[in-house]
């Protein structure tokens, strides 16, 4: 059974770069079926994606991210991570790694990990 | 790419069915048949409910389903549970060309 896990600092000062890493177990990130997101939920409120990856290393970000947001895939290791620059207490929240379906599949988020809280504070 | 509009919260008793709408424009839940719904329990991962609009991934149960038209996506609970009492997002694909995923504000079900 497919699991995906977080893993990162929970704690990151202000202007440095939040990083974090998705480790998939129990199947191959290299599936052509599927991308691999990242989505956050401040606390309290609702969820926002903030971009995506394929195993070949093709992204696409949310465009009101994107000049901060770099996600990058290492297949040998079966891991997929997330960096974000110049954090702000607005980047506060719980950050979810999640595989997306895509043609042929679900074209959803259809398996998540437990998810990760960032606290952005000095 | 503004939020999907979801009804802050929508209450039912058990037994009973409720529809949670969820509203969006002719770029995203009005141009893909794209929509996929969401439970989360408090302090859980959000668990994929509906993708593509109207169909259920092995497991989850036939009492949820859902449907669209024009630009408005719905999901219906019918024969509420207890265990219904979450909060649902829903979330559409938006297009290559903009912020390709968008998601719902979020509707909190309350079982009475």
């Known amino acids: 059974q497919l699991q995906l896990q977080e893993s990162g600092p929970g704690l990151v000062k202000p202007s440095e770069t939040l990083s974090l890493t998705c480790t998939v177990s129990?199947?191959?990130?290299?599936?052509?079926?599927?991308?691999w997101g990242w989505i956050r939920q401040p606390p309290g409120k609702g969820l926002e994606w903030i971009g995506s990856?394929?195993?070949?290393?093709?992204?696409y970000y949310n465009p009101s991210l994107k000049s901060r947001v770099t996600i990058s895939v290492d297949t040998s290791k079966n891991q997929f991570s997330l960096k974000l620059s110049s954090v702000t207490a607005a980047d506060t929240a719980v950050y979810y790694c999640?595989?997306?379906?895509?043609?042929?599949?679900?074209?959803?988020?259809?398996?998540w990990g437990q998810g990760t809280m960032v606290t952005v504070s000095s | 790419q503004s939020a999907l509009t979801q009804p802050a919260s929508v209450s039912g008793s058990p037994g009973q069915s409720i529809t949670i709408s969820c509203t969006g424009t002719?770029?995203?839940?009005?141009?893909?048949?794209?929509v996929s719904w969401y439970q989360q329990h408090p302090g859980k991962a959000p668990k994929l409910m509906i993708y593509?609009?109207?169909k259920r991934p092995s497991g989850v149960s036939n009492r949820f389903s859902g449907s669209k038209s024009g630009n408005t996506a719905s999901l219906t609970i019918s024969g509420l549970q207890a265990e219904d009492e979450a909060d649902y997002y829903c979330?559409?694909?938006?297009?290559?060309?903009?912020?390709?995923?968008?998601f719902g504000t979020g509707t909190k079900v309350t079982v009475l």
């Open positions: 999640a595989r997306l379906g895509i043609v042929g599949a679900t074209n959803a988020f259809d398996i």
């Open positions: 129990g199947g191959s990130i290299s599936s052509s079926s599927y991308y």
């Open positions: 990856i394929y195993y070949s290393g093709s992204t």
């Open positions: 002719s770029s995203d839940v009005g141009s893909y048949n794209l």
């Open positions: 593509e609009g109207s």
């Open positions: 979330c559409s694909y938006a297009g290559s060309s903009t912020s390709h995923y968008v």
